[in-house]
């Protein structure tokens, strides 16, 4: 029997307590009727109705009834929320890349920065970008969003992809955001896109963001070619990787290159992408909009809205796509051929010669003026190409005609030796310039090349 009545009030409330802990670990998460109402109940009604026969049977036993609390009782009870951040940790990071095996270059803005313009490299309608400026008067130029070239490697689990950009801000580093874009059924939808902010001296995954496309809308009605807005699809709407919060915290890193300051380095395992071994990539430097969701921009904003950097186009300038370059696309585990969704433009003296007595070429837009094709300029599909006999001083008859593929390519196969006229006889498009009519002379199995150039690029 207790004696001390005050010494049982202190006993009975310490075991009280201690028991209210015990059971608050076992409350379940949400409770109805009765439950819910002695849930609500204050810490000293629970504790009045628990202790109050003990101490009216140690009050029978004394003369005198314990002393009234001199606070007065809380009037709410103050729930604690505590916020748990959740540990990284990892097992494994990038190495240094491998010899590269696949690379583009693309086209270098400085050169005409003080113009507020770009000089080539921009051909909005394939989601070709060249807009390393800002919006509206184009008067702020950034080397660090001006891709000069862009390479990948894969090796020991990992692809690398380094990113070499014309140079740093004014303030000094890489201060955009640096992606490479996916597309493993090589069918112009991306399917993976690989975003790193502002990247640092040395591998890691902050600021590291890893999207995929699983609804596989990223293009819009029809890949790789502008539609008309609204935007049909949420492009890359699957976060699945973000700064090592994920299913594998070691998927996606990124650095700034080693020994070059200029390159930002990309390195994700290989297993993210189910190990492809075929697959179309390109390469990003944005801070103008990096809106995943958004993808393709060229979907989501109509030319007019976008604007554009080539001085003397109706577009002209910058408008809502600002602040950003892209590079075309090649390829990983095959050779290009050139009719691939995106793909860089393959040189016509690249491709395979199998057949004897052969006339090929390309039909292109004119980057520079020079009307002569270098590699980055845009080849332009359908155009009608005319084959006839004799030279074109004084023609024959037609022999044949085509039309080009997508990368602007035609060619006419199975030509017994002698003279023969190839031009085009409709302009594809408006010009300022345009190559003529092109004699060809051709001997036993030989191949011969005329390419058509039309100055007027936008």
């Given at each position: ?19 209210l802990?015990?059971l608050s ?14 849930a ?44 748990l951040?959740?540990?990284i ?5 990038p ?6 095996e696949?690379?583009m ?29 800002n919006a509206?008067?184009m008067?702020t ?11 990948l ?13 014309v ?7 890489l201060?955009g ?6 597309d ?9 896109l ?16 890893v999207y995929?496309d699983?609804n ?5 009605r ?9 935007q ?6 699957t976060?699945v990787?973000?700064q ?11 650095r700034v290159?080693p ?9 994700f395992?290989?297993s993210?992408?189910g ?6 990539w390109?390469?990003?430097?944005d801070q ?7 993808f ?16 003397g ?6 408008k809502?796509?600002a ?15 050139g ?6 433009p393959?040189p016509a ?6 057949v ?5 070429g390309?039909v ?8 002569v094709?270098?590699?980055g ?5 359908g ?8 030279t074109?001083?004084s ?18 196969s199975?030509l ?15 010009n300022v ?11 036993e199995?030989?191949?011969g090349?005329?390419n ?7």
């Amino acid at each position: 029997m207790i004696s001390n009545p005050a010494r049982a009030y202190r006993l009975v409330f310490g075991f009280f307590v201690l028991g209210l802990v015990v059971l608050s670990c076992n409350l379940p998460a949400q409770m109805t009727g009765a439950a819910t109402h002695t849930a609500e109940m204050s810490a000293e009604d629970m504790m009045g109705t628990a202790v109050a026969g003990t101490l009216q049977a140690a009050a029978s036993n004394t003369p005198e009834p314990p002393a009234e609390p001199t606070a007065e009782p809380p009037t709410e009870t103050v729930a604690a929320t505590l916020t748990l951040t959740p540990t990284i940790v990892h097992l494994t990071q990038p190495g240094e890349p491998p010899t590269r095996e696949s690379w583009m270059f693309d086209s270098d803005s400085s050169t005409t920065a003080v113009e507020r313009r770009a000089s080539r490299g921009e051909y909005y309608q394939i989601n070709f970008l060249e807009r390393p400026f800002n919006a509206n008067s184009m008067d702020t130029y950034f080397p660090d969003l001006d891709i000069k070239e862009a390479s990948l490697a894969r090796g020991g689990g990992w692809v690398y992809v380094t990113i070499k950009l014309v140079g740093q801000r004014s303030g000094g580093g890489l201060q955009g955001t640096y992606g490479v874009e996916l597309d493993l059924n090589l069918d112009g939808r991306g399917d993976w896109l690989i975003l790193a902010t502002a990247p640092g001296a040395s591998w890691s995954t902050e600021r590291v963001k890893v999207y995929q496309d699983a609804n596989k809308d990223v293009g819009g009605r029809q890949p790789v070619r502008a539609d008309s807005p609204p935007q049909t699809g949420d492009g890359y709407e699957t976060l699945v990787f973000d700064q090592g919060l994920g299913s594998d915290p070691d998927a996606a890193w990124a650095r700034v290159a080693p020994g070059d300051a200029n390159s930002a380095q990309i390195a994700f395992k290989y297993s993210l992408i189910g190990s492809d071994a075929e697959f179309l990539w390109g390469a990003w430097a944005d801070q103008g909009l990096v809106n995943p969701g958004w993808f393709d921009y060229i979907d989501h904003f109509s030319h007019e809205e976008a604007g554009s950097p080539i001085s003397g186009l109706p577009q002209y300038p910058l408008k809502a796509v600002a602040e950003l370059d892209n590079t075309c696309r090649w390829p990983v585990g095959f050779n290009a051929v050139g009719d691939e969704p995106g793909v860089c433009p393959v040189p016509a003296t690249a491709t395979p010669t199998v057949v004897p007595g052969r006339i090929s070429g390309k039909v292109f837009h004119d980057g520079n003026g020079d009307l002569v094709y270098q590699s980055g300029e845009i080849g332009i599909e359908g155009a009608r190409v005319r084959l006839r006999s004799g030279t074109c001083s004084s023609p024959g008859g037609t022999i044949a005609d085509t039309e080009t593929n997508s990368s602007g390519n035609y060619s006419f196969s199975g030509l017994a030796p002698g003279d023969y006229c190839v031009d085009v006889p409709t302009d594809p498009t408006r010009n300022v310039d345009k190559s003529g009519p092109a004699t060809v002379e051709l001997d036993e199995g030989e191949s011969g090349h005329a390419n058509f150039g039309y100055f007027w690029f936008g």
